[in-house]
């Protein structure tokens, strides 16, 4: 992996925001740190400001594994395109499906942790999180976490940063979320900038998209060349963007 911000690799980020590029963040761990209480994440103010303007100069989405009406609602007031919730399965005719699903997950799994230490679940009605960010013992808890939802075949399970994330398998993902708006938009070219095992599905998209993979943090074994080396960079790069994009408002 490159530092995207590497003075030598920086010419990479200026050339690709000349065209008609889409940018594309998910949110925790990438626009928003990540906090102990996910109930209290949020953008600093410098990251809103510079969102803000970023959003009037490109074309701008966010796919998030949150329930949509959640990041909507952190992100009010600024222009975007589109937000999608619950990992590009919202908005979506899939999302009762979704519900059925978790209905089913939870009355089967809820009784296989009980007792476990640290645990907590969250129905975000499309797809089902299980955090373990709370847990004394962390690898303990997501190995019971991982041994409890085994048995789930209709279920993709996604390891994320101190959860694990159930959703329905053949559901819209954040690949599918992306690639939607990539084509709605007739843009030319796409920034992604995601966190963790989640946003794999949209790394592997540079293989067919004229696609500018980007993680925060340094991870060895992610489909994503460029990485920033942590999420307080985000702020650089949205004023790299900032500074080297068109003239013309991103929004129509």
């Known amino acids: 992996m490159k530092s995207l911000l590497a003075p030598r690799n920086r010419p990479v980020l200026r ?3 000349r065209g008609r590029v889409l940018l594309a963040f998910d949110f925790d761990g990438t626009l928003a740190p990540i906090v102990a209480d996910p109930a209290s994440a949020r ?7 510079l969102l803000t ?3 009037r100069k490109y074309p701008c989405v966010v796919i998030s594994g949150r329930a949509r009406a ?11 395109r589109r937000v999608f919730g619950n990992h590009g399965i919202e908005p979506s005719p899939a999302l009762a499906t979704g519900r059925r699903a978790v209905r089913r997950w939870l009355a089967r799994v809820m009784p296989r942790l009980d007792g476990v230490p640290g645990v907590v679940f969250e129905n975000k009605g499309a797809s089902l ?7 004394r013992n962390r690898p303990a808890a997501l190995k019971a976490i991982l041994a409890a939802t085994a048995d789930l075949t209709e279920a993709r399970v996604l390891q994320g940063i101190l959860v694990v994330d159930l959703l329905p398998k053949g559901a819209p993902n ?3 979320a992306l690639q939607s708006e990539f084509r709605r938009l007739r843009c ?15 790394f592997a998209l540079g293989r067919r998209l004229p696609l500018l993979a980007v993680r925060v943090g340094r991870e060895s074994r992610s489909r994503a060349p460029y990485y920033l080396p942590s999420q307080g960079d985000v702020d650089a790069l949205l004023a790299v963007l900032l500074d080297a994009g068109p003239e013309s408002p991103g929004r129509e």
């Open 15 to 17: 050339t690709l925001a």
């Open 43 to 49: 953008l600093r103010p410098q990251t809103r400001r």
């Open 53 to 55: 303007d970023v959003a």
């Open 70 to 80: 959640d990041v909507v609602r952190r992100l009010a007031g600024i222009r975007l």
């Open 129 to 135: 999180a299980i955090h373990y960010r709370k847990s």
């Open 174 to 176: 954040k690949a599918t």
């Open 188 to 202: 030319r070219a796409a920034l992604y900038l995601g966190d963790d095992q989640t946003d794999e599905d949209v």
